[in-house]
């Protein structure tokens, strides 16, 4: 189980990010003190999107035409004491076998050795749904005392009915953790995300 800390989040924490490193092992990160919350999810998903909505930036996350480019794990600053990790994708059929075991390798010591990681993000487009390798990041975080949110992105791409579908089988899959709808081209749902992580990362110390 992950060790608590104690934290007083203020509201403008999204406000003034800073790009800290990229890096290809978790020994080449920050040390490991404070807070981080990271976003996964497999290839264009919509999590670097995703996560330039929340920070109110347009190309802070880099996003790619090309899944399965972002290959390191990137830090980005929120404050002195909290980090938003951009971690790489997975599950882009196209790229080397090799490659994609190291990606694995290096998301797992992230999940199991980082004792500061205290949220993990994972994006799905909505279109595809919750497919198996996002499963087992959700079993990997549960092992590990990660708190799960579940953010489902391009809602702009299907109807208010398939939404709701969504909703009914993801909650029905996973009742225990958040389950959010966003938009990243109509900026949907972010007030929703933000709001939830600094209530849950203020309950946290």
Not at 40 to 61: E, F, P, Q, Y
Not at 140 to 152: D, P, S, T
Not at 177 to 185: K, N, Q, V
Request: aromatic letters at 8%; proline letters at 3%.
């Amino acid at each position: 189980m992950k060790e608590k800390r104690t934290m007083n989040l203020d509201p403008k924490i999204f406000s003034s990010p800073e790009f800290l490193l990229s890096a290809s092992k978790i020994e080449q990160m920050p040390k490991d003190e404070g807070l981080e919350i990271a976003f996964v999810g497999r290839s264009n998903s919509g999590k670097s999107s995703s996560i330039n909505a929340i920070l109110g930036r347009k190309s802070l996350a880099r996003t790619s035409k090309t899944p399965g480019r972002t290959q390191l794990i990137n830090v980005i600053r929120l404050t002195e004491d909290l980090r938003l990790i951009d971690l790489p994708g997975y599950g882009f059929a196209k790229v080397k076998e090799t490659i994609r075991v190291g990606w694995e390798r290096m998301l797992t010591d992230y999940f199991i050795k980082r004792q500061s990681l205290k949220l993990i993000l994972i994006t799905v487009d909505i279109r595809r749904g919750i497919k198996e390798l996002d499963q087992v990041m959700i079993s990997l975080a549960e092992e590990n005392g990660i708190k799960v949110y579940i953010v489902f992105t391009k809602i702009d791409k299907v109807s208010r009915n398939d939404r709701e579908k969504c909703r009914y089988q993801s909650l029905s899959l996973y009742p225990q953790h958040a389950i959010f709808f966003t938009s990243s081209l109509k900026n949907m749902g972010f007030d929703e995300v933000k709001k939830s992580i600094i209530d849950d990362l203020s309950l946290m110390g």
